[in-house]
């Protein structure tokens, strides 16, 4: 026998929360049901994006993260997430099927990229038809961040690279001539009198630019402060990607010039860290200037 704990409201109506059908036995059962539904369906594409996130100078090497992070603002949030109130809505079902409906299309055309981005979609939609309106609002950072770690179709991050890449290359050889070193760009390459720099898609700034934004959006959400200064501190990352993998291989390139090939490969492994500490350094730095040093607390109802 179920043994749940409604609130009644003004009107007489019996008010469901999260926490009262967490304790409701159909529920518990629903909601397995629906994990195992879910696990289902998506499984291929769980294991396809895990071969991705791992592969050598994935993309995506981030993707792992992000499922966890999603977790932890549900977990930081929880204790406000359980009182809400339940109210399944129609139109949760209006954007359901269309979106179960692309994955099947997708996934039956071997097109598992596609089909991982209704992910987040199918997920978003079954809790406004589960839960309501008030639920999925309170769920809809966690769920949106999840594409994240969805990996697109490779061709559009081909391109996109590409752009970056000469981007990169530009800057870098415009760098070393300001510091009096005769450098000479030819496509993505950078010749110097001692070395050839070959500025390839792993090291064009794409891979950071996509992890850094993930990881700026996430922080910029546990921050305090106003809306106009997290979005500053999300707007900076593109500028501040550039121009930190510029300065990257602005480095590599000083390495092999001045110590040698064995030298600059040795760096160039190890160089992409050391950038990245000071990038999240100078946005440290910048979210004091925009008022958003702080951050949230964990709220307690």
């Known amino acids: 026998m179920e043994t749940t704990v409604l609130k009644v409201e003004k009107t007489g109506a019996l008010r469901w929360s999260i926490g009262d059908l967490g304790k409701a036995r159909t529920w518990q059962i629903l909601g397995l049901v629906s994990i195992a539904a879910f696990v289902f369906i998506y499984w ?26 999603s977790g932890f603002v549900v977990w930081f949030n929880w204790k406000r997430i359980v009182r809400l109130a339940v ?17 099947f299309v997708a996934y039956r055309g071997g097109i598992l990229s596609v089909a991982g981005l209704t992910l987040p979609i199918v997920l978003f939609a079954a809790f406004l038809l589960l839960f309501g309106k008030a639920v999925t609002r309170e769920m809809a950072f966690p769920l949106g961040f999840l594409y994240f770690m969805c990996v697109p179709p490779t061709q559009y991050l081909a391109k996109l690279s590409f752009k970056i890449q000469v981007l990169s290359t530009v800057a870098a050889t415009s760098g070393l001539n300001l510091l009096s070193y005769d450098a000479v760009r030819n496509g993505t390459a950078i010749h110097l009198p001692n070395i050839e720099v070959l500025v390839g898609a792993p090291c064009s700034g794409f891979r950071m630019l996509i992890a850094l934004l993930a990881f700026v959006i996430f922080f910029s959400y546990m921050k305090k402060g106003p809306m106009w200064g997290r979005l500053t501190l999300i707007a900076l990352v593109i500028p501040l990607s550039l121009i930190a993998n510029s300065i990257r291989v602005m480095m590599i390139a000083l390495v092999g010039e001045h110590m040698g090939e064995e030298a600059m490969r040795s760096f160039h492994d190890y160089s992409g860290y050391i950038v990245l500490v000071i990038a999240f350094a100078i946005l440290a730095a910048l979210s004091k200037v925009v008022k958003c040093q702080d951050f949230k607390s964990m709220p307690d109802s």
């Open 44 to 69: 291929q594409t769980f294991h396809w994006w895990w071969r991705e996130w791992w592969k050598d100078e994935s993309y995506y090497s981030h993707g792992i993260l992000i499922p966890i992070m």
């Open 87 to 103: 109210k399944p809505s129609a139109w949760g079902l209006a954007l359901l099927l269309p979106a179960i409906a692309m994955q």
